[in-house]
């Protein structure tokens, strides 16, 4: 019962391009969101996150955007860079616990 | 110095053994996890601590036992280790309960049972 999906398993951007993972999720009573980025061997690291009450949230060339009547979650890379290649994985939260996603892995081309 | 370190990195071990995961982390945070990362990449909750107390007990088998001495540790003990337990497990901690806070994680233990 996976309450939080990514569906493209693997993307690849040009350098300088537009990277977009999707993220969407199935429980409306998600309130809180995060962004994750994973390196090979090595643990995730939080990248940024929203709020429900909020639909965008930017952090330099991360900007997250949320739509909660298509519980829908997408973050947008501008412009990537090769080192952005990574696994990126969604987390939502209700309470005290964190669902997440099965990741998008990114590959920025050079 | 790392955040939340995790030993060992690698961990080979044959079905029927028990073996033990270790956590530390040196950021002062409160709260402590133990997620599991399976073959299909769900990376899933199995427990949660705040100092020292067990908050989350996800359905995992009992034969996964978390044991918190301190506020800085949370270790993993796991008996009789089956076939289906190889996964990567990953050590997180944040600065207290709630949704506010991301979590730091470790780099992960990759267990292989063979």
């Known amino acids: 019962d996976q309450q939080v999906k990514q569906n493209s398993p693997s993307l690849s951007v040009q350098e300088g391009r537009i990277s977009i993972l999707n993220c969407d999720y199935t429980n409306s009573m998600f309130d809180y969101f995060l962004w994750y980025k994973k390196y090979p061997a090595e643990g995730p690291t939080f990248l940024i996150s929203i709020s429900s009450i909020k639909d965008k949230n930017e952090d330099g060339r991360f900007t997250v955007f949320l739509n909660k009547s298509a519980k829908h979650l997408s973050l947008h890379i501008v412009p990537s860079q090769p080192g952005d290649s990574a696994v990126y994985f969604c987390a939502a939260n209700t309470g005290n616990q964190f669902y997440f996603g099965t990741g998008t892995s990114l590959t920025v081309i050079p | 110095d790392t955040a939340v370190s995790q030993t060992p990195k690698y961990l080979v071990t044959q079905m029927g053994n028990d073996k033990s995961i270790k956590c530390e982390q040196n950021?002062?945070?409160?709260?402590m996890y133990w997620y599991k990362q399976d073959s299909k990449k769900f990376l899933k909750i199995m427990f949660s601590y705040n100092n020292k107390e067990l908050i989350i007990n996800e359905t995992v088998p009992n034969r996964f036992s978390p044991k918190s001495p301190d506020k800085a540790h949370l270790n993993l003990h796991i008996n009789s280790l089956e076939l289906g337990d190889s996964a990567v497990y990953f050590c997180?901690?944040?600065?207290?309960?709630?949704?506010?806070?991301?979590?730091?994680f470790g780099s992960g233990t990759r267990l292989t049972v063979v």
């Open positions: 950021l002062g945070h409160d709260t």
């Open positions: 997180a901690s944040s600065p207290r309960q709630g949704r506010t806070y991301g979590y730091t």
